[in-house]
């Protein structure tokens, strides 16, 4: 975990190497400092997503003139499988706004749509970028994605999207963006799913994952009548 997290400070402000000697240790047993066998995907998404947001709330106030709004740094991930196959996927989140630009919208990158298809019993409705309601200001965060994923016969679904209970206090300058969410569509009704699950797909349910929306900087113009 600690790799990644200084993999993205180096890509972000390259400084890493001040950062070199960065461990965590405690709470021990936490899901952040997770031990075989215990699964370590929980640190390895929400745990450095944590960080890099405390990280990039410090920096911001450190150097104020380089202050941005917080990225949707923690993705939403989810398992499909079926006595037969199994795939991993992640949709990432957007950037946060700056003071000279608007955030960058998250990107569908790291699987195949076609793949997915073909060795699972799932159609993809469609993926594209979601209506963000957060993110507003003088320039607006990058929006995420959502993703629509139907059954076609059973097929087990696990999903982890973000864990923290509570956003974190920031600069009046900027706004939060929209957090992630996985929901569920059966029949004409929609149900909101926890940020963490596991449940059994049946045929002809739509599983909708909603990655988080970067947050936005300044204040946004009034609108015209």
């Not at 920096?59 to 941005?68: A, D, F, P």
């Amino acid at each position: 975990m600690t790799t990644q997290l200084l993999m993205w400070l180096e890509s972000k402000i390259g400084l890493a190497k001040i950062f070199s000697s960065l461990v965590v240790t405690k709470p021990s047993g936490c899901w952040l400092m997770a031990k075989y066998p215990a699964s370590t995907l929980k640190g390895m998404t929400s745990g450095v997503a944590a960080l890099q947001a405390a990280i990039e709330l410090a920096l911001s106030q450190i150097h104020s003139q380089k202050e941005s709004a917080l990225s949707a740094h923690s993705p939403v991930s989810l398992e499909l499988k079926t006595d037969k196959s199994q795939t991993f996927l992640q949709l990432q989140g957007g950037r946060g706004a700056t003071s000279s630009r608007a955030g960058s919208y998250a990107r569908v990158d790291g699987f195949s749509i076609e793949k997915l298809e073909r060795e699972l019993p799932i159609k993809i409705q469609s993926i594209d970028h979601r209506a963000s309601e957060g993110g507003q200001g003088k320039y607006s965060g990058g929006r995420g994605l959502v993703m629509k994923i139907e059954a076609l016969d059973n097929v087990e679904a696990q999903w982890l999207s973000d864990l923290t209970l509570y956003r974190p206090r920031i600069s009046k300058n900027c706004s939060h963006g929209d957090p992630c969410e996985v929901s569920l569509e059966t029949a004409g009704s929609t149900k909101v799913l926890p940020v963490l699950g596991h449940q059994t797909l049946h045929k002809g349910e739509v599983l909708v994952l909603c990655s988080g929306a970067g947050g936005g900087f300044g204040k946004a113009a009034p609108k015209e009548d």
